[in-house]
């Protein structure tokens, strides 16, 4: 996903998170499609997972309907949960997935009461809210055990800054900190940056991994 403006962007700083999961209940097909990659984003987890010791308890943050990454996860002896704000994604997960608990829910709302050993937030958490980018990451590294691990993408911008676009086919918000932005906010939490990487280069697709002392 590319992280600029052009002439068919449109600023729309106030669209709310229902409003994004409203979006993905229309495009839950991209993902079902026999054409979809469900290696999109493996090779990430699998380099995420190497910093990992303990692995108990793992949350997939817009964990959307393919179960790639849950079943990743299980197959590395993780106890795992989903959450979404799409209620036709957590609808399908759940049909895929019977026996693992999802939650339908705003990451920008919810309560995290457990803790994990490992979070991914791959391809999500661009939708929030520019102002609350910082609030949510916060609350994902203090949900997360001492060495836990964190991976997720963003938009690698040289300066925070948020959009609307339909390339999808609704239109769908994304904000982003910035790449320095977001790196600034990790060490000041106390993480230790395991990766950074642009990997879908030229595009500006980015992932970062970090881990919680």
């Not at 608990?101 to 920008?108: E, K, M, P, V, W």
């Not at 959009?163 to 790449?179: A, I, K």
Request: proline content about 3%.
């Amino acid at each position: 996903m590319l992280f600029y403006c052009d002439i068919n962007s449109v600023y729309l700083t106030d669209m709310k998170p229902e409003q994004i999961g409203a979006a993905y209940d229309q495009i839950t097909h991209m993902w079902q499609s026999k054409d979809f990659n469900r290696e999109n984003g493996i090779s990430a987890h699998k380099k995420a997972l190497a910093f990992v010791e303990s692995k108990h308890k793992a949350l997939d943050i817009g964990c959307g309907c393919t179960g790639r990454f849950l079943d990743l996860l299980i197959d590395e002896g993780f106890s795992v949960e989903g959450l979404d704000i799409s209620q036709k994604m957590i609808q399908l997960a759940q049909e895929r997935h019977p026996n693992i608990h999802f939650h339908h829910a705003d990451i920008c709302q919810v309560e995290l009461i457990d803790r994990y050993d490992f979070i991914t937030a791959w391809d999500s958490i661009w939708h929030i809210p520019l102002a609350q980018q910082r609030s949510v990451l916060t609350k994902i590294v203090n949900s997360l055990n001492s060495g836990g691990v964190f991976i997720f993408s963003f938009g690698g911008t040289d300066k925070p800054g948020d959009h609307c676009d339909n390339f999808m086919g609704p239109e769908v918000y994304y904000s982003s900190l910035g790449t320095n932005g977001f790196l600034q906010l990790f060490i000041e939490l106390g993480c230790v940056i395991r990766h950074l990487e642009f990997d879908q280069h030229p595009e500006l697709h980015t992932y970062l991994i970090v881990e919680k002392p």
